[in-house]
């Protein structure tokens, strides 16, 4: 079983910037997938942006050009820098690592970031 820790939500205003990091531990031989999801009071959860272990990524259009996932692969662990924040941007967002396409999802304890206007 692999656990999931994230760290660096907060507040912040209106075009600031901020780091989020997600560490996985446990029982890991290795991870393909791992990236971000958020949800906002009422709506469901969506992707934010994903990694593959080689690096290929994705992002929700609402997030490209603002946002920024990375990943180190030796210490299993996957970033979102998010700059130019937005008040749509509030919401719990929640790291995912999934070892393969039929592999089980792991998910963290989800990290609340709030912007303000």
């Known amino acids: 079983q692999v656990q999931l820790v994230e760290s660096g939500g907060g507040l912040v205003q209106a075009g600031g910037s901020l780091r989020l990091s997600c560490a996985a531990s446990?029982?890991?031989?290795?991870?393909?997938?791992m990236g971000w999801y958020r949800q906002a009071p009422g709506n469901q959860r969506e992707l934010v942006a994903d990694i593959l272990s080689g690096g290929r990524t994705t992002y929700a259009d609402a997030v490209k050009g603002r946002f920024t996932i990375s990943r180190d692969n030796a210490k299993n662990s996957v970033y979102l820098q998010m700059n130019s924040l937005k008040p749509e941007d509030t919401a719990v967002y929640y790291c995912?690592?999934?070892?393969?396409?039929?592999?089980?999802?792991?998910w963290g304890q989800g990290t609340q970031v709030t912007v303000s206007s």
């Open positions: 995912y690592a999934q070892p393969h396409l039929f592999g089980l999802r792991s």
């Open positions: 446990g029982s890991i031989l290795s991870i393909n997938f």
